[in-house]
C-alpha cells in the first residue's frame, strides 16, 4: 500500500506539524483500508491474477488452506517447505496431499530423502509404499537434479517430494517450468531461506510446544505473511 508524503513541503505551507496523521484525523487507519480490500466485492486486485490462473487443491488443514492464496497447495508449481532440521512435521504435513495423489492412481517420487521409507508407518497412514519410487540419499547431484526434472515433466507422475539444500536459483527456475510443463507439483525441502527464490511459495515451519507454526514467507498472488498453528499429529 502507497502511503502519501505528508512532510512534502508544497511550496504554500510550513511544516507545522499539523500534516502529519491525516487518516487518523479522518477516522480512516491503515487497518479499516485492509478491511475494504479484502472484503468488498466491488475492488479488483492485480496482485490476485494468479490465484485465477493455476489449480488448487485442498492442504487437509482448515486453518493452513485459509491463509494460502487458493486455499490450498497450487498443483502446477514448485513450492519450498524450509524446517530448521528435518523431522519437523514436512512429511506429516504432506500426508494428505499424498493420499489423494495416490487417489488419481500417480506415482510420488522421492529424491534423497535423509531417513529410510518405512513401509509400515506410511501404510498406517493411508500411503500406499508401491505407489513411490525412492532414489537414494547417496545419488550425485547431477543424477538427482535429473530425476527431479524428468519426474516433473512426467503427467503420471504427481508429486516429486526433493531433499535438496544448496539449489541455485537457475535451476530452480529450470524445475518450476519443468513443473508447469507436466503439470506436477514439486516439494523442495532445505533449510534456508532464500529471499529471492523464484518459486510459487514458500513455508517456514518451526515447533512450538505440542503445535507447528507454519509461517507463509513468499505465496505467489498474496503480499501477506500470515502464520498458523496446527496439530499436524491429531
Not at 68 to 89: D, F, N
Not at 168 to 196: C, D, S
Request: proline letters at 6%.
Amino acid at each position: 500500500m502507497i502511503k502519501p508524503d505528508t512532510h512534502k513541503n508544497t511550496g504554500n505551507h510550513s511544516d507545522t506539524g499539523n500534516d502529519d496523521n491525516t487518516g487518523a484525523h479522518n477516522g480512516i487507519n491503515s487497518w479499516d483500508v485492509e478491511q475494504l480490500l479484502q472484503n468488498s466485492p466491488y475492488i479488483w486486485r492485480g496482485c490476485e491474477i494468479d490465484n485465477h490462473q493455476l489449480p488448487y487443491s485442498s492442504t487437509g488443514y482448515p486453518g493452513l488452506d485459509s491463509i494460502l492464496p487458493g486455499h490450498g497447495w497450487p498443483q502446477h508449481a514448485l513450492i519450498e517447505v524450509i524446517t530448521p532440521s528435518w523431522g519437523m512435521g514436512e512429511l506429516q504435513l504432506l500426508l494428505p496431499l499424498m493420499r489423494s495423489v495416490i487417489a488419481r492412481q500417480k506415482w510420488i517420487l522421492w529424491i534423497s530423502p535423509p531417513y529410510l521409507l518405512y513401509a509400515p508407518a506410511l501404510l498406517r497412514a493411508g500411503i500406499d509404499a508401491d505407489h513411490i519410487i525412492v532414489v537414494q540419499l547417496d545419488t550425485s547431484c547431477k543424477d538427482a537434479l535429473w530425476s527431479i526434472e524428468k519426474a516433473l515433466q512426467t503427467q503420471s507422475c504427481g508429486l516429486v517430494l526433493a531433499w535438496q539444500n544448496w539449489l541455485p536459483n537457475k535451476v530452480i527456475r529450470r524445475l518450476k517450468l519443468a513443473a508447469q510443463t507436466g503439470k506436477t507439483l514439486g516439494v523442495l525441502f532445505h533449510h534456508r531461506n532464500i529471499k529471492n527464490s523464484p518459486t510459487t511459495m514458500r513455508l517456514l515451519l518451526k515447533t512450538k510446544e505440542q503445535h507447528t507454526e507454519i509461517k507463509i514467507l513468499k505465496a505467489r498472488g498474496s503480499y501477506q505473511k500470515p502464520s498458523v498453528l496446527i496439530d499436524l499429529y491429531n
